[in-house]
């Protein structure tokens, strides 16, 4: 790099000087295409190759494809490479050399050096616009408009038009018309030490087939090459590549003396192609041309006559040949001779081509032994001023000896101004690289929003194929079932069809699992609570629902989480401070979001029970169970390795939960000694603890449910509140669904029978994950009347299914299996607490309260009856005593 | 083709003796150490062959814990047969189930076919309820008796099957289980067992 600034001034005057003259004698402003093109020559660092070193390239960039293309001079047609833009990113760094800039593709990464370092910010900026401007006309995305319309915001966002490019970073470089644009392929490839370095030794076939190309370009075509050359560059001497290397002082005299450079250079055009042809004719043209010289002209005169000459003698043979037979053996001997000169004509012809081979070789050696001097001549020139200024400063030396005291001073002077220049250089240059580093990465952040804004539209309709394509899914399998079911009644045939296809429907999974090696929106195995997304049937025929079961709720998940899920979250999510409000209701209602609900629901209890939330009550009742063992405690060990068994917290050997899950039972069971512990409580605490995770706030969870949501006596020793509430239930079945009821009443069917534990754990084990958490949100802030709607909605939801079966057995069955087949938890939602309404909390009470008084007669009843049939026992038994034969006996 | 017949079927006894384990076992021929504890009750169905009929059975799993107790009647009302299970390790759970069978007779349906299962027989180790003393006491009271393993898959095929034979051929006995909650005092109907 040492010897950059020697080639320098020589460089200067190359480029500047016949440049401003051909400007203006040659080249016509207004023929500049409408849009400017970018191209120029740039340096480029070769990496691969066995020698890192600069090489001049003629950089051009294709708008059709984003490519930045290089080739080793503007005039070459073949590309020796290409650097795709629109996945590239732009740099330059304070510490590399003047006007050295980066272009990062995901492979590789090409260091550049423009000749200035406004020429670099020139390259940078519009390679920005360029990949701005390319990566927005690839918006043409088969989007559809209801994905679009579900977007506005990024419609905005990929509207946004070029010119707000740049955005006020970095202000717009001048275009340095010396060094870039199709001019710039006018002017000579920039000099480097060795012109040769420039051959790129890893294209050699490029290489040659642009260097043929120039060469016969020239020579046949002048002046109509390729467009580049052709258009801008009038003119044959400047499309020449070896012009470049000719010596600036060359130059000038081939400016002002084209044609006879050219003879000079042995390219002369038409005259000599005309010469070599030979032919008499051609002589005239020769004659005509005024570049001949006479002696030239002259023997060329010979040759015709001498020619003329010995055909003139040939004839009168000819003629003076008596006989036929004479005439005849001259014939054949002038064919023979005509044969012979063919073939001569052949080999010369042959020997012309491999001579013009030698000739372009030459040509070549020529050029970079031209180059050579040239750049010998630079350094010896460089060398001269060096010395020059040597011998200057040692004369100045000389003739102020008397200074010298000062020179110190002076020296520590020079030394910080120096210094000081060198910091300014440097602040300068990290100024314009922050300039340029900050509109990069605007750019490129605008670049990733737009493109990560197109990926989820495509996402989005990804994930609803999917759900589509799973929704038939579902259906087909659903209709296998029911064949299966139906399969004793078919012929022996179609129950085979069925049952293969049935094989063939269950193996579909880890097919697809195998062949798709990517994966949008794969089924997560648990969800973010530990449950099984699917569950796992060990028996047969099971499986089938099982996959019926995992296909529906995946179709609702991919819906659900593209369409609604996000608005929600952003309300949430500004939802800082929690205060009640019908807003905050109708949230809650929705489903609160995972990341928001252990915090809703550490509030909603604490809100509820503040008043007896003593700081180290739930500790005392701990340390009461460590004293004293509660009756319950065996059941509850019983239950707890039985609790939640679909989900993997509680399942897992080393759970965490389990202890945990343990204390809080039996704290409550002291909390409570009426209720003590039931079935059921384990699965509401276990829940709880997957939400809250702290043992204690699902102590208080568990406690607000039982004291304060329940009914009293709802867990107590005959769940008579819970009997109550299935009555309660009963009515508004009636009520709501009278057609379900009827239907339920022709086929015997006793829904609470089903309904009860829906009603006793509020549906764990019975709803989806997804769908019960939602459900418990709205329950635990609402109270009872959630679940009764959920109830009423769960029927709803199934109600035409339900009333196709005719069979009480197999609307038993149906009935055991719908909960969890319901994975549309928006549409239950709506039913719930729309379609239900209105359920004044007042008729809940009444019916409650009538129910209860109706039971309680009948369990005294069912009481005195029971006491009376003992009481009859008795007496029997004394009857029996007396002496009496028993009825067996008997019969015996 | 074969007559269907439906036979409803309960399954009670104290919690944790295997009642659920069991209906999966017949069910599903599946065992599942931790097979969540019964809440209400569940509900599943079998069909069997059973001489020139099919008997579908309509299974209803009770829950075991004390206070489900009074949900039973729900269950049992209308059952042409009920299967009470123990745990031959736990004695309690025999102690139970002499109390559910004391209800049956008390409010069960007529007729109904009392089967008794002594579960965990493969934890024969930790017995603690004699096999001779759940022989006697089914004897005492006309019920079939088994000991059986969900988890081994011991005798529940034959449980079953032991039932189905128990139940009277359709043409003897048309308006047997009519659903009737008996309330009076028992008959005497134990003593017609066949086997
Ligand atoms: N070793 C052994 N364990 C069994 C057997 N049957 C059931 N169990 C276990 O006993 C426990 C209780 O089984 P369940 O079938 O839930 O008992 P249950 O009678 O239905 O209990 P509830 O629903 O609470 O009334 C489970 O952990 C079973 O794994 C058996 O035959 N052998
Ligand atoms: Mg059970």
Sequence with gaps: MEDRFIIG???????????????????????????????????????????????????????NKCHLLYCRTAQDVNPLGSIDLSSAGFDCKVDADEGVFEIRTPSRVFILKAFSKQAMMYWLQQLQMKRWAFCNTQTGLPVDSVTAAALPANESLLNETIHTEGEGFLPPVKTPTDVVGLKAASLPAPQLSDALQNISLKHPWTEIQNTIYNICGTRQHPGNGRSISGAECPGTFSSLPFVACIPAWHREIIVQQPCQLLKETGFSGPAATSFRAGAVLPVVVCCDDHSMSPQEL?????????????EKRASSMYLTAAEDRDRLELVRHKVRQIVELSSRVEALETDKQELEQSVALRDRRVEELQEHVQLLMDKNQAKQQVILKLTEQIAQDLSEPVQEADAVAADTLYKQQEEIEHLKDDLDAYRTQNQFLNSEIHQVTKLWRSVAEKEKVLLMKCARLQARSCQVESKYLMMLRRLQEASPDLARGEAELVKSLIQEALQWDAKEEAVEALQLNPVREYDDYGFMTIPKYEAEDWKLLAKIQALEIKSNNLLSHTAVEKPLGERWAGMAELSPSAELKGL??????????????????????????????????????????????????????????????????????????????????????AIGYCQGLNRLAAIALLVLEEEESAFWCLVHIVENLMPADYYSNTLIASQVDQRVFKDFLSEKLPRLTAHFEQHRIDVSLITFNWFLVAFVDSLVSDILLRV??????????????????????????????????????????????????????SIAFNDMNPFPMKVLQNRRATHREELEAELSELERIKAQYVKEQAEQVAWHLDGAVSEEEEEM | ?????????????????????????????????????????????????????????????????????????????????????????????????????????????????????????????????????????????????????????????????????????????????????????????????CC
């Design chain 2, 1 to 193: 083709m074969m007559a269907i017949r439906e036979l409803k079927v309960c399954l009670l006894g104290d919690t944790g003796v295997g009642k659920s384990s069991i209906v999966c076992r017949f069910v599903q021929d599946h065992f599942d150490h931790n097979i969540s504890p019964t809440i209400g009750a569940s509900f599943m169905t079998k069909t069997v062959p059973c001489g020139n009929e099919l008997h579908k059975f309509l299974i209803w799993d009770t829950a075991g814990q004390e206070r489900f107790h009074s949900l039973a009647p729900m269950y049992y009302r209308g059952s042409a047969a009920a299967v009470i299970v123990y745990d031959i390790t736990k004695q309690d759970s025999f102690h139970t189930l002499k109390k559910w069978v004391k209800e049956l007779k008390e409010h069960g349906p007529e007729n109904i076919v009392m089967a008794i299962a002594g579960n965990k027989c493969d934890l024969s180790d930790l017995r603690e309820v004699p096999m001779k003393d759940a022989k006697e006491y089914a004897e005492s009271i006309g019920a079939i008796v088994v000991e059986t393993s969900a988890k081994n898959a011991i005798n529940i095929e034959e449980l079953f099957q032991g039932i189905s034979r128990q139940i009277p051929p359709l043409d003897s006995h048309e308006n047997g289980n009519n659903g009737a909650i008996k309330l009076g005092k028992q008959t005497t109907q134990t003593t017609r067992r």
């Design chain 1, 588 to 673: 809650i209602r929705c489903g609160i979001p995972v990341e928001h609900r252990q915090r809703v629901w550490k509030w909603i209890v604490t809100r509820r029970l503040s008043h007896h939330h003593a700081a180290n009550h739930y500790e005392s009742l701990l340390r009461q169970c460590e004293r004293t063992e509660h009756p319950a405690s065996r059941q509850i060990e019983l239950d707890l390795p039985r609790t939640l068994t679909n989900n993997r917290h509680f399942t897992s050997p080393t759970s965490q939960l389990v202890p945990k899950l343990r204390r809080v039972l039996l704290a409550f069971s002291w909390q409570n000694p």
């Design chain 1, 298 to 310: 002259v023997k060329l005169l010979h040759k015709a006559l001498e020619a003329a000459q010995q």
């Design chain 1, 776 to 829: 418990w949100d709205a329950f635990l802030y609402e109270g009872t009347k959630v679940i009764f709607r959920y109830a009423l909605a769960i029927f709803k939801y199934n109600e035409e299914e339900i009333l196709q079966i005719h069979d009480s057995l197999e609307v038993y069955q149906y009935l055991r299996f719908f909960t969890h087949m319901i994975g549309d938890g928006r549409k239950l939602m």
């Design chain 1, 9 to 63: 001034s020589a460089k200067e005057r190359a480029v500047s000087s016949p440049q401003r003259d051909l400007g203006n004698a040659q080249l016509n402003p207004s023929r500049e295409e409408p849009r400017k093109k970018l191209c120029g020559y740039l340096n480029k660092l070769g990496v691969k190759g066995p020698i890192k070193a600069w090489k001049s390239r003629w950089f051009f960039y294709d708008e």
